[in-house]
């Protein structure tokens, strides 16, 4: 790697990696949530997550490049523990609470990969690129907004319970 467009690539590699796994994941994590509040947002994630991989295709195009993915670890790591914890905790709503966490820190994770392209892109002109990769880094903040509320309106019920 020689200059910032030989990085841009690369972690644009590693992210286009991390959405599909993302994508591989997400389906586990619906079935397994208790809420219909829970479900709902990470449905709708799924359906945006499907979209950002199309959009990854394009920046693609932007430089030049064929789609192609680079073993992310980081990923790897996070949606291992989110396992780890879906098949630990037996208490439903508690659960819940671990999906949730598990899935803040898969978009805290995105949010900073998104963050860092999109200075990139910027950086390197890509302004067209630069547009979609906005595009996706606002639906990964929203998603991580509903987790917390989803997250808020489970402690406010147990605690009225
Ligand atoms: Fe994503
Ligand atoms: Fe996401």
């Known amino acids: 790697m020689k200059t910032l467009k030989d990085l841009f690539v690369h972690t644009l590699q ?3 990696y991390a959405e599909q796994r993302i994508m591989e994941s997400l389906p ?3 079935e397994k949530a208790e809420t219909n509040e829970l479900r709902n947002v990470l449905n709708a994630h799924l359906a945006e997550t499907e979209k950002q991989i ?3 295709d394009e920046v693609f195009e932007f430089v030049d490049e064929a789609p192609s993915t680079e073993e992310c670890e980081a990923v790897d790591g996070l949606l291992e523990e ?3 914890v879906m098949s630990e905790i037996d208490d439903k709503s508690v ?4 999906i949730i966490a598990a899935g803040q820190a898969v978009e805290h994770y995105e949010i900073a990969r998104y963050g860092t392209l999109i200075a990139w892109a910027d950086q390197i002109g890509l302004s067209q690129a630069k547009g979609l990769l906005e595009q996706t880094l606002e639906e990964e903040k929203r998603a991580d907004k509903l987790l917390t509320e989803v997250a808020l309106q489970n402690v406010n019920r147990q605690a009225a319970e």
């Open 14 to 16: 590693d992210v286009y």
């Open 95 to 98: 659960l819940d609470a671990g």
């Open 28 to 30: 586990m994590m619906i």
């Open 54 to 56: 199309q959009r990854l």
């Open 82 to 84: 989110a396992e780890e």
